[in-house]
């Protein structure tokens, strides 16, 4: 299912399920500015959603909302059946959250930051975040938490695979040995709810790797997750549905094979002599090929967008076949392939420039 801007994206495939995220009609202003204009998805419990847009979609914005940090200037938000705000010291204990710049205390060890984490997340109800604003209650004793590394602690840390450096201090940490630091607070309270704000940015190929597995797993234990990310193979990796975001709207959502077959298959090749046009090749399924000319030959491309996803390229090679066995000809380099999440995000951010 492809569902164009404008349309709601609750989906009527979600109805009836547990929706641990529910998002309806949410607009959000900065003064004069509309950073969300209108976006609604749910996510039912034990799925992983991603959010993918362009820079300034309104991605964070969306979360941050979600997250409680900030009230919704119109439309409905629920978390686990709650209000984020009204709700927010509830939530607290069942949420886990990932920001997208993590800010610690750069003179703390990582045993110590986690530490520290655990004694703010069951201290009192009132919000706390380690990011850009750290709030420590009046009656948080620091020294007398820290100086011990628990095993609470530790499993946090060998979960992302941090416990070498659990005795480090924060800011000899490396930009992705901070991200994993963060992905450890957020897990720490084994959370229903997970928000991901570009989790793996940062990471080399194996962190990221690592950081999928630890993600997957807290799914299969059923974690339901909802994550921002720029990395499209993270999100045909992890993710069961997902939408495509830009300026403030969502263009397209559903699932990865959904998003994709909107994007079409592309069949190429090559013909020798560079006196081909357009009048001399088939039109496969209504569409005519794009040429471009070079080293002699004539390079031909079909975008397929029609039919089933399925059986496209199929349908499409046979007439092409016959047209290149009467006349003699060879299609060197015959190529098919599938439509991509790339092509699909390329798309929307082309439809709507
Ligand atoms: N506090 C704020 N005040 C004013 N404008 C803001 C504020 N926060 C975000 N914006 C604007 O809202 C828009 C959406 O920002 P947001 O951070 O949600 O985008 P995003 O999709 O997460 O982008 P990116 O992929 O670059 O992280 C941007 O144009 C941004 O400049």
Do not use: C
């Amino acid at each position: 299912m492809t569902l164009r801007q404008g349309v709601d994206a609750t989906g009527t495939e979600a109805a009836g399920l547990d929706n641990v995220i529910e998002v309806g009609g949410l607009r959000q202003r900065y003064g004069d500015f509309e950073a969300v204009r209108g976006v609604s998805f749910t996510v039912p419990r034990g799925e992983i959603f991603a959010l993918l847009g362009t820079n300034g979609a309104g991605k964070t914005t969306t979360m941050e909302v979600l997250e409680g940090f900030t009230p919704a200037t119109d439309g409905t938000v629920r978390v686990l059946g709650l209000d984020p705000i009204r709700h927010r010291r509830e939530l607290r204990l069942r949420v886990g959250i990932m920001l997208q710049e993590g800010g610690f205390l750069g003179d703390l060890t990582v045993a110590e930051t986690v530490d520290l984490w655990k004694g703010l997340s069951e201290d009192g109800g009132r919000p706390v975040t380690l990011s850009g604003t750290t709030t420590l209650p009046g009656s948080f004793n620091l020294m007398g938490r820290v100086r011990g590394v628990d095993r609470r602690t530790m499993g946090a840390l060998e979960l992302v695979g941090l416990e070498s450096k659990a005795r480090t201090k924060v800011r000899q940490l490396s930009g992705g040995q901070k991200r994993k630091l963060d992905l450890a607070l957020a897990v720490l309270s084994a959370p229903e709810v997970l928000f991901l704000d570009e989790p793996t940015t940062g990471m080399d190929p194996e962190a990221r790797r690592t950081t999928w597995k630890v993600i997957e797993n807290l799914r299969a234990g059923g974690t339901t997750v909802l994550l921002t990310t720029h990395y499209l193979e993270e999100a045909e990796r992890l993710a069961s549905r997902l939408a495509i975001m830009h300026e403030g709207r969502i263009h397209t959502y559903g699932t990865v094979e959904e998003v994709v077959a909107g994007s079409g298959d592309t069949v190429a090749f090559r013909l020798a002599g560079v006196t081909w046009s357009f009048g001399d090749l088939p039109s496969l399924d209504g569409t005519v090929p794009t040429l471009t000319y070079a080293g002699g030959g004539t390079e031909v491309t079909y975008t397929l967008t029609g039919g089933r996803a399925e059986a496209r390229a199929h349908a499409a090679l046979r007439p092409l076949l016959k047209w290149a066995d009467e006349r003699g000809e060879t299609l060197e380099r015959l190529a098919v392939r599938r439509g991509t999440l790339e092509d699909a995000f390329m798309r929307v951010v082309g439809e709507v420039r």
